[in-house]
């Protein structure tokens, strides 16, 4: 179905530019700041840690849970001391433990009734359960994008006919803020072409950004600054910063993270425009660039 579809001819460069936005139809809206916390065996301290960022502002967290299954059983302890029904949660998990930790969480998602704002998701969990796709670092950026590309795919083919259908995307960000930019307006660009092949299907593409901060101290700001700044710049759904691990004192730096996006919010007008990058040539060349080759790749790997 897909490769019957043409490349959209895109206005980069023309008197139109400023009218066109892959992000067009989306109204601004506020990231959620993310925490990305690895759990260890100090539940306890884990606990403290969750409890320290949520108090500070952060709204959404993703909980890397090692591979003994130890840890897994612990979490049922970590999950009921916490109140996590209003933000996002996302659990990273080995195949070999997400069965376990699937029914772990039987027993914690009816604990959110109809009030409840947040959601569960675990990363590459079985078709029918509530999954996230998470892009793994090192690659090129169009094969980040033909990743990202697939798992739509394979969320639309698994829809029924007239279903909604949400697919969560980890997208890694570097230190190279134009190339976050155009790498999630591409993104966008190319997932929405696909959608128009599954016109009875509403997809809910929900991007989170992720990065790492460096090591040396002042980088750290610059790089925390800048990753939530292409954040915003791209309505993405919510940005992770860490990991921190609990047994660490790595909290100002988590803090930090999170006042970042609150500062970038109340100082800037980037949230005024649902695409601030629309109408510059460098953002919109550079994003029609990967969104053409991402496409081709697509088409030419489908069977």
Not at 125 to 148: M, N, T
Not at 178 to 198: D, H, P
Not at 255 to 284: K, N, Q
Request: proline fraction near 6%; include cysteine.
């Amino acid at each position: 179905m897909t490769n019957s579809l043409d490349f959209p001819a895109l206005v980069s460069g023309s008197k139109d530019a400023r009218t066109f936005s892959p992000l067009g139809v989306r109204n601004p809206q506020t990231p959620k700041i993310g925490a990305k916390i690895k759990v260890n065996s100090d539940l306890k301290a884990t606990n403290n840690l969750i409890i320290k960022v949520l108090g500070q502002g952060c709204n959404a967290l993703w909980l890397d849970i090692p591979k003994d299954s130890a840890s897994i059983s612990a979490l049922t302890d970590l999950l009921s001391g916490v109140e996590l029904t209003m933000i996002d949660c996302f659990f990273q998990v080995t195949p070999s433990h997400r069965d376990s930790l699937y029914a772990l969480l039987e027993d914690f998602l009816p604990l959110r009734d109809e009030d409840a704002s947040g959601c569960c998701y675990i990363f590459h969990a079985a078709p029918g359960q509530k999954h996230a796709y998470l892009i793994e670092q090192g690659k090129d950026i169009v094969g980040q994008i033909c990743e990202a590309l697939h798992f739509i795919h394979a969320i639309l083919q698994d829809g029924p006919c007239g279903s909604h259908c949400v697919a969560p995307i980890f997208v890694p960000f570097t230190d190279h803020f134009f190339q976050n930019v155009s790498k999630v307006r591409a993104l966008r660009i190319v997932a929405e072409l696909l959608q128009s092949a599954y016109k009875d299907q509403v997809l809910d593409l929900q991007f989170h950004s992720y990065g790492d901060p460096t090591t040396s101290e002042y980088p750290e700001l610059i790089s925390i600054a800048h990753k939530h700044l292409a954040a915003y710049a791209t309505q993405n759904d919510s940005v992770f910063m860490g990991p921190w691990i609990s047994n660490r004192n790595d909290l100002s730096l988590a803090l930090l993270a999170i006042r970042s996006g609150s500062i970038i919010e109340y100082e800037t007008d980037l949230l005024a425009s649902p695409d601030p990058a629309a109408g510059s040539y460098y953002f919109e060349k550079s994003s029609e660039i990967l969104a053409k080759q991402a496409w081709a790749d697509f088409k030419d790997s489908l069977p």
